[in-house]
């Protein structure tokens, strides 16, 4: 069985889709993007939200992360998708990288109104940020952070961890 060349976790805003995307094209590798999957089947996440409730959006999410995490590609997961324990368990077997933003830099880009669980603004970030970040960090092979909005250069750090070899993190400069 495959599994992913890197998982990207996170919290909401931090840029997981956008540096997935490019290290994958900097690697010449498919990417998944699973919440893009869950739209592409069954609609955008935030009427999933509002007309069939978390709950719902929670199983069509972790359906498509179960089927992501069999491939050979970048994966980038949404912000919740560690918060199920099967989940939890599967990224503990492959090489997980961690973006996190500041709270001064995610200010402006939390005012997508496809984000549902962001409707209360950065207080909701802060929030959600404070209870899953200890999952986050548990999971990661790797931490980077995309505050000064420079996700080219991430992203190529990204690419040469995985050409390395995924070292860990203190033989990184």
Do not use: C
Not at 52 to 59: D, L, S, V, Y
Not at 96 to 122: F, H, M, N, Y
């Amino acid at each position: 069985m495959a599994i992913p060349l890197a998982v990207f976790i996170g919290p909401p805003a931090s840029g997981k889709s956008k540096v997935a995307k490019r290290v994958a094209l900097e690697l010449n590798v498919p990417r998944i993007d699973t919440d893009k999957l869950v739209v592409a089947q069954y609609g955008q996440i935030s009427d999933i939200f509002d007309h069939q409730g978390e709950e719902k959006f929670r199983g069509y999410e972790r359906a498509a992360v179960k089927n992501a995490l069999q491939e050979e590609a970048i994966v980038s997961l949404g912000g919740g998708a560690v918060l199920n324990a099967d989940t939890q368990n599967e990224l503990k077997r492959v090489p997980v990288v961690l973006l996190t933003v500041s709270e001064g830099a995610v200010a402006d880009r939390i005012l997508d109104p496809k984000r549902p669980l962001l409707r209360d603004g950065i207080s909701a970030w802060k929030k959600l940020v404070s209870e899953r970040m200890p999952i986050y960090q548990d999971l990661a092979w790797l931490t980077l952070d995309t505050s000064a909005g420079d996700l080219d250069g991430v992203a190529h750090r990204v690419s040469e961890w995985i050409r390395a070899g995924y070292p860990r993190e203190s033989s990184l400069s």
